[in-house]
T-cell receptor, first 111, second 113 residues
Framework: QKEVEQNSGPLSVPEGAIASLNCTYSDRVSQSFFWYRQYSGKSPELIMSIYSNGDKEDGRFTAQLNKASQYVSLLIRDSQPSDSATYLC???????????FGSGTRLLVRP | EAQVTQNPRYLITVTGKKLTVTCSQN?????MSWYRQDPGLGLRQIYYSMNVEVTDKGDVPEGYKVSRKEKRNFPLILESPSPNQTSLYFCASAPSGRGHEQFFGPGTRLTVL
């Protein structure tokens, strides 16, 4: 059974700090990795995708991938209270477009 | 506005009473999928469809049926709901070639008594 593991949190950071969210996955051959954000009572929305080892930056968000360690992370710089949400790590299966989700990390940004 | 819609948004029903949750997308996406979300278990895929008339089981298909007769619609059918199907359900769609970049509907909260 392929698994994606995340610390459930909550991860509490002060406004303006860097929030670091982490995820590990079990299937060594996985090639596609995603971060979805889910506000309380809302549906998930895609915020980042990463396919190659290293860093990928998009605005205040940076996704990091280390396939050798089977580790994916999301950094949020200059965290804002509006970033308070649950962040879902997902690993993609290429043949079926299936997403295997972690249970999410709740982030709380304190004003 | 590009969106995925689901109806109903909230439903309370009783064991054994057949129900259908509708899902519709207006983005001409080939890929559609149903998930359920339960506390501590995350999002789990129920069924997915790569295109019209092509459906396949996800991780938790027991007790559910789907059909894909039109590209825009992907209804989820519970023939005989049971209390363990009480959950939050999400429909999602994605364009061809980018199936992992899924757009989610607003969710349907189902309670089976």
């Amino acid at each position: 059974q392929k698994e994606v593991e995340q610390n459930s949190g909550p991860l509490s950071v002060p406004e303006g700090a860097i929030a670091s969210l982490n995820c590990t996955y079990s299937d060594r051959v996985s090639q596609s990795f995603f971060w979805y954000r889910q506000y309380s009572g809302k549906s998930p929305e895609l915020i980042m995708s990463i396919y190659s080892n290293g860093d990928k930056e998009d605005g205040r968000f940076t996704a990091q991938l280390n396939k050798a360690s089977q580790y994916v992370s999301l950094l949020i710089r200059d965290s804002q209270p509006s970033d308070s949400a649950t962040y879902l790590c997902a690993v993609g299966e290429d043949s079926s477009y299936k997403l295997i989700f972690g249970s999410g990390t709740r982030l709380l940004v304190r004003p | 506005e590009a969106q995925v819609t689901q109806n109903p948004r909230y439903l309370i029903t009783v064991t054994g009473k057949k129900l259908t949750v509708t899902c519709s997308q207006n983005m001409n996406h080939e890929y559609m999928s149903w998930y359920r979300q339960d506390p501590g278990l995350g999002l789990r895929q129920i069924y997915y469809s790569m295109n019209v008339e092509v459906t396949d089981k996800g991780d938790v298909p027991e007790g559910y049926k789907v059909s894909r007769k039109e590209k825009r619609n992907f209804p989820l059918i519970l023939e005989s709901p049971s209390p363990n199907q009480t959950s939050l359900y999400f429909c999602a769609s994605a364009p061809s070639g980018r199936g992992h970049e899924q757009f989610f509907g607003p969710g349907t909260r189902l309670t089976v008594l």
